[in-house]
């Protein structure tokens, strides 16, 4: 069981350049999400999914794009990526709620620094 | 809208000291409350959780209990350890629109135990 998985560790492009982050989750969780995480500025929430073939926009959905058609993959795409966009950024899952305060796994992360 | 607000530090403690971190919330439903752990280099993971007002959640030697009358769920610790160094989030998930919880983080405090 490898929990959330995210590569790449780590990545540098250049300004204007695209990139896929990925992200898999081998728990069966419905709930997927994408984070940045900023020094000062915590956790933002970019985009998130609660299905295949469901996903929508959070706190900072701009300057990126996402899909899910599997249960276990969730890619995060820059489509040009800019100097903003160089953080850490975190891939989570969950079972959706039936109850009361399902937990988040997290993966590693991957820091990003766009040049 | 729900938020959290927690003592951002740095805090820097020496080895067996007591430690607090003040975490206090807004939300127009009734959460569910967390404290997560980042130590240096990982994602995020789990430290505890409660679900109703009065409940204590615990693990590691870390207490907090969830006061619905002062909208708050401080994490205390009677003696920390080098160890416990790492960044502590508070977050808060409630019911939105939809059904599923919308999970809110805190700006998370930096935690430093010297020997």
């Known amino acids: 069981n490898a929990g959330v998985t995210q590569t790449p560790k780590f990545q540098v492009l250049k300004t204007g350049q695209s990139m896929t982050l990925q992200c898999a989750q081998d728990m069966n969780h419905e709930y997927m999400s994408w984070y940045r995480q900023d020094p000062g500025m915590g956790l933002r929430l970019i985009h998130y999914?609660?299905?295949?073939?469901?996903?929508d926009q959070g706190e900072v959905p701009n300057g990126y794009n996402v899909s899910r058609s599997t249960t276990e993959d969730f890619p995060l795409r820059l489509l040009s990526a800019a100097p903003s966009q160089t953080s850490v950024y975190f891939c989570?899952?969950?079972?959706?709620?039936?109850?009361?305060?399902?937990?988040?796994?997290f993966g590693p992360g991957t820091r990003l620094l766009v040049l | 809208g729900d938020s959290v607000t927690q003592m951002e530090g740095p805090v820097t403690l020496s080895e067996e000291a007591f430690l607090t971190i003040n975490c206090t919330y807004t939300a127009t439903g009734y959460p569910s409350l967390f404290w997560y752990v980042q130590y240096p280099g990982e994602g995020l993971q789990l430290l505890l959780k409660?679900?109703?007002?009065?409940d204590k959640g615990s693990n590691k030697g870390f207490e907090a209990t969830y006061r619905k009358e002062t909208t708050s769920f401080h994490l205390e610790k009677g003696s920390v350890q080098v160890s416990d160094s790492a960044v502590y989030f508070c977050?808060?998930?409630?019911?939105?629109?939809?059904?599923?919880?919308?999970?809110?983080f805190g700006p998370g405090t930096s935690l430093s135990v010297i020997p």
């Open positions: 977050a808060l998930s409630d019911l939105g629109k939809t059904s599923y919880d919308k999970v809110i």
């Open positions: 989570a899952s969950s079972y959706l709620t039936s109850g009361r305060g399902q937990t988040q796994y």
């Open positions: 409660a679900t109703k007002a009065d």
């Open positions: 999914s609660v299905g295949a073939g469901i996903t």
